[in-house]
């Protein structure tokens, strides 16, 4: 069974940074995109940040420039470093993976139960 786990939310200041990381476990073969969503209050999930397996981002324009998403494969573990993060950032971030779970399956979504970000003075 594959689970995703975050961590790294937390409280934080306006202008202030966090790192978010997400760790991938259990038994499988590959994983391709990975990618950082969240979800506000009263909000849908959106899409945040975005990883391919050659190691190609992209990200969501307010974020863009402030942002950082990245993968250590050796780890199975994806990270959003976020800086100079703003009010509008505060929300549940989830993790999400495409894994490939035998050489010959396709990929399946998996997701993790999310971590809260709080951007307050």
């Known amino acids: 069974q594959v689970q995703l786990v975050e961590s790294g939310g937390g409280l934080v200041q306006p202008g202030g940074s966090l790192r978010l990381s997400c760790v991938v476990s259990?038994?499988?073969?590959?994983?391709?995109?990975m990618h950082w969503y969240r979800q506000a209050p009263e909000n849908q999930r959106e899409l945040v940040a975005a990883i391919a397996s050659d190691g190609r981002t992209s990200y969501k324009d307010s974020v863009q420039g402030r942002f950082t998403i990245s993968r250590d494969d050796a780890k199975n573990t994806v990270y959003l470093q976020m800086n100079n993060l703003k009010s509008e950032d505060t929300a549940v971030y989830y993790c999400?993976?495409?894994?490939?779970?035998?050489?010959?399956?396709?990929?399946?979504?998996?997701w993790g139960k999310g971590t809260l970000v709080t951007v307050s003075s």
């Open positions: 259990g038994t499988l073969f590959s994983i391709y995109n």
């Open positions: 999400n993976a495409v894994v490939r779970l035998r050489r010959w399956s396709v990929g399946t979504d998996y």
